[in-house]
């Protein structure tokens, strides 16, 4: 380093190496992100109809029903979000279950309809956060069900979150700390959508907009780091001399 002889460049110097160190701190950083605007629309139909995502979410064989990708308002009226949380315009694309079933068999109480995410890797990051954002709109809606996994869905924490009833149409955002994932390589994530008992159509639930930020730990600085800025501070407290 270039010693700078005016006391006035010497502190300036010094705030510029106390400046380096305290933005070498890493920033949360976006470790995942689905938007589902690169899915498919599936469009609309009786809600025993098979659907098959897109992209790497996917459906449960073992849920009642499937979740399928929409943009703008859902089939039905006065049920589901009228845009995507992503862009808000009728563009955007989102995942939602419907709720109509035009006299085909009707929904029994405790159907479901459930996707999972892909295995996800968020080792190597701290602080790990996740944000997402759901649209619980009409009289019949339910609950809306998270569940986790850190082992590639062998097994899950239930109910890491739940948000039940009409919330009207308006995008609620969702918090969850992941703190107890941490270091996990096949995170997964479960939503179900819990059908309410009742047989209305007013039932569409959506989610979109999936992001977890996380921060990369910075390691603490070795010895030999150590000594070298204690030689170095010692050699410029000397030219100050």
């Known amino acids: 380093m270039k010693i700078i002889k005016t006391s006035a460049r010497k502190k300036l110097v010094f705030s510029g190496i106390t400046t380096a160190i305290a933005i070498s701190i890493s920033p949360a950083a976006v470790v995942y992100n689905e938007d589902f605007e690169s899915y498919n629309l599936s469009g609309g139909g009786n809600i025993a109809d098979v659907r098959v995502l897109s992209g790497p979410w996917s459906n449960d064989p073992a849920a009642t029903y499937d979740w399928r990708v929409d943009s703008g308002t859902t089939p039905s009226g006065g049920t589901g979000p009228s845009v995507d949380h992503t862009l808000g315009t009728n563009a955007g694309r989102y995942l939602y279950t419907e709720g109509s079933f035009f006299g085909g068999p009707a929904p029994t109480q405790g159907s479901t309809f459930t996707a999972v995410s892909p295995s996800i890797d968020i080792s190597g990051y701290?602080?790990?956060?996740?944000?997402?954002?759901v649209n619980m709109n009409g009289g019949a809606t339910g609950s809306l069900i998270l569940d986790l996994s850190s082992d590639g869905g062998t097994s899950w924490d239930l109910a890491a979150d739940t948000i039940s009833g009409n919330n009207g149409d308006v995008w609620l955002n969702r918090?969850?700390?992941?703190?107890?994932?941490?270091?996990?390589?096949q995170f997964r994530m479960r939503v179900t959508h819990l059908r309410s008992p009742s047989v209305q159509w007013e039932s569409d639930a959506a989610i979109d907009d999936f992001q977890i930020t996380g921060v990369v730990p910075i390691p603490e600085p070795s010895s030999s780091i150590l000594m070298a800025l204690g030689i170095g501070m010692l050699s410029f407290r000397r030219r100050r001399k």
């Open 126 to 133: 701290t602080t790990l956060n996740l944000s997402y954002w």
């Open 175 to 185: 918090n969850v700390d992941l703190t107890a994932y941490e270091g996990s390589s």
